[in-house]
C-alpha cells in the first residue's frame, strides 16, 4: 500500500501571486505543444509563425472550452442556480471533452485565417495533444484530485485528505495512458502519410478507449455518481461519440475531399 506524498499544491508564493504545481502542467502542455508542432511543421507545410499563431488559438480553444465544458456537462445544475459560476475560475474545474471541443473551434478559425484544409490542420494537431493531456493528469496528482476508487491491489494508494482507503491512483494511469502511450501510438503512425482525418481518427479512438477503461476505477464524481445502467460515468458517456467517430475514419473508404 501506498502513501499520496500529500505535495503542497502551490510551487512557489511571491507575496499575494501564488503559482499553482496544475497551472505550470499547463504550460508545460503548451510549451511541449509548440516544440513538437515545430519538429512537425516543415514536413507538414506549416512556418514556425503558423505553429505559434495555432499553438495560441489552441491554448484559448482549452481554457474557454474546458471551462465551458465543465459547467455544461458536469456543473449544469449549479450553473443555472448560480450563473456566476461560469466565472469562478479560482475555484477549479476543467473538463477534456470540452477542451477538445475549444481546440476543434480554435482549429477551424486557423485553417480559415491561413486557408488550410480543416483535417490538415487537425492530423497536424492530434499527434502534439497527448503529451499535454499527460501533463494535465500529472497536475491531477499532485493537487490530489480526480483519484480512484478503493482497492486491494498492492500499489493501492491512500489519499489522506479523502479517506483511510487504499484507492487507484486513476490520474497515474491516465498520465501513462493518454499522456505517454496514446502520444507514442499517434506520433509513430503519423509518421508515414495517412489518408485524410485517419491520425486525428486513431487519437479519438485512442483517447475514447481508455478514458472508457480507466472510468471503471475513477471514483465517479459524487454530483453526478452513475449516470445509467448503474455502472456508467459521464466520462465514459462523452467518450462514447469519441470512439464511434474515431473507428469510422479510421475505416471508411470514401476518401475526404475540398
Known amino acids: 500500500m501506498l502513501i499520496f506524498p500529500n505535495i503542497d499544491p502551490v ?10 504545481w496544475y497551472g505550470v502542467m499547463y504550460l508545460l502542455a503548451f510549451g511541449c505543444a509548440f516544440w513538437l508542432g515545430n519538429r512537425r511543421a516543415e514536413t507538414a ?8 499563431d495555432l499553438i495560441f488559438f489552441g491554448a484559448i480553444g482549452v481554457v474557454l472550452g474546458g471551462r465551458l465544458g465543465y459547467i455544461l ?17 479560482w475555484e477549479g474545474g476543467m473538463s477534456f471533452h470540452g477542451g477538445l471541443l475549444g481546440v476543434i473551434a480554435g482549429v477551424v478559425f486557423f485553417a480559415r485565417k491561413h486557408r488550410f484544409r480543416f483535417y490538415q490542420v487537425m492530423d497536424f494537431v492530434a499527434p502534439i495533444v497527448p503529451i499535454g493531456l499527460g501533463a494535465g ?4 496528482f499532485i493537487g490530489g484530485e480526480l483519484w480512484g476508487r478503493p482497492t486491494d491491489l ?15 491512483p486513476s490520474q497515474l494511469y491516465q498520465l501513462a495512458l493518454e499522456g505517454m502511450l496514446l502520444f507514442t501510438l499517434v ?9 485524410a ?44 461519440p469519441m470512439i464511434v467517430l ?8 470514401t476518401p475526404i475531399k475540398g
Not at 481508455?210 to 458517456?237: K, S
Open 73 to 89: 456537462f458536469y456543473q449544469f445544475e449549479t450553473f443555472i442556480a448560480q450563473p456566476s459560476l461560469l466565472l469562478r475560475v
Open 197 to 240: 482525418l485517419r491520425v486525428s481518427g486513431l487519437f479519438l479512438l485512442g483517447y475514447g478507449v481508455q478514458r472508457f477503461v480507466v472510468e471503471f476505477v475513477r471514483q465517479p464524481d459524487a454530483h453526478l455518481n452513475f449516470i445509467a445502467f448503474e455502472w456508467m460515468t459521464q466520462g465514459q458517456l462523452l467518450s462514447l
Open 11 to 20: 510551487l512557489l508564493q511571491l507575496g499575494p501571486l501564488a503559482i499553482h
Open 137 to 140: 493528469r500529472l497536475g491531477n
Open 45 to 52: 507545410g506549416f512556418t514556425q509563425d503558423q505553429v505559434s
Open 246 to 253: 474515431g473507428l469510422y475514419l479510421l475505416v471508411r473508404k
Open 187 to 195: 506520433w509513430i503512425y503519423s509518421a508515414k502519410p495517412r489518408a
Open 154 to 168: 498492492p500499489w493501492g494508494m491512500v489519499f489522506s485528505h479523502v479517506d483511510s482507503l487504499a484507492r487507484h
